[in-house]
């Protein structure tokens, strides 16, 4: 049963443009919500992250939302640059408090084009 | 600052040895996290130790696993009797005492292959 789906393997977009990397979740527990950035044989970096009680958090290039009702975020990186190639992860916590046991997607492999 | 630091990085075993990850987290953080990433995969989360205590090892397999978090030293992954199931990227990670920080960080990995 997977509780966090990202359900575009790759995605490939243009120098410039605007990447958009989806994930949608089923527990209504979740109540943080993570991105994470992972190159070939490297740790994930942490990119950015939202309560469950907001529905908008930005740093930069990178902005993510979260729609609880429909229980799905969105992650956009805006300009896309060839330095943000990399497989993306969407990370759910359960537990609350100091734990965090997070659940993640299989994670989208972004391609940015010079 | 370091970042969290594990080692080795890569690892190969035979069937039946025993393999040892070993997890140093960021200064000041006292929780642990270990992860593991089978091919193409997302990371599934295996435990959750503080110093001398397991919080949560609900992710861990029921035998040959086991982890630790002693008051003096790194953390560690203990894996007895390896088999090629085993084989795949092993990520710890730490973050800081409740209240302090709203993030997990990870360490590099450490990828073992048993042959």
């Known amino acids: 049963d997977q509780q966090v789906k990202q359900n575009s393997p790759s995605l490939s977009v243009q120098e410039g443009r605007i990447s958009i990397l989806n994930c949608d979740y089923t527990?209504?527990?979740?109540?943080?919500f993570l991105w994470y950035k992972k190159y070939p044989a490297e740790g994930p970096t942490f990119l950015i992250s939202?309560?469950?009680?907001?529905d908008k958090n930005e740093d930069g290039r990178f902005t993510v939302f979260l729609n609880k009702s429909a229980k799905h975020l969105s992650l956009h990186i805006v300009p896309s640059q060839p330095g943000d190639s990399a497989v993306y992860f969407c990370?759910?916590?359960?537990?609350?408090?100091?734990?965090?046991?997070?659940?993640f997607g299989k994670g989208t492999l972004l391609t940015v084009n010079p | 600052n370091a970042g969290v630091m594990q080692n080795p990085r890569h690892l190969v075993r035979r069937r039946g040895q025993e393999a040892r990850l070993r997890c140093s987290p960021m200064?000041?953080?006292?929780?642990v996290y270990w992860y593991r990433q089978l091919p193409e995969e997302g990371l599934k989360f295996m435990v959750y130790?503080?110093?001398?205590?397991?919080?949560?090892e609900s992710g861990m397999p029921k035998e040959r696993f086991s982890a630790e978090f002693p008051k003096e030293g790194p953390s560690i992954l203990r894996i007895q009797q390896v088999v090629r199931g085993d084989s795949a990227a092993y990520f710890c990670?730490?973050?800081?005492?409740?209240?302090?920080?709203?993030?997990?960080?990870f360490g590099e990995g450490s990828w073992l292959t048993v042959v």
């Open positions: 200064k000041g953080h006292s929780h």
């Open positions: 130790l503080q110093k001398e205590n397991i919080i949560d």
């Open positions: 527990n209504s527990m979740f109540d943080y």
């Open positions: 990370a759910a916590r359960s537990g609350g408090g100091s734990n965090y046991k997070l659940t």
């Open positions: 990670a730490s973050s800081p005492p409740a209240g302090s920080g709203n993030t997990i960080y």
């Open positions: 939202i309560s469950s009680i907001k």
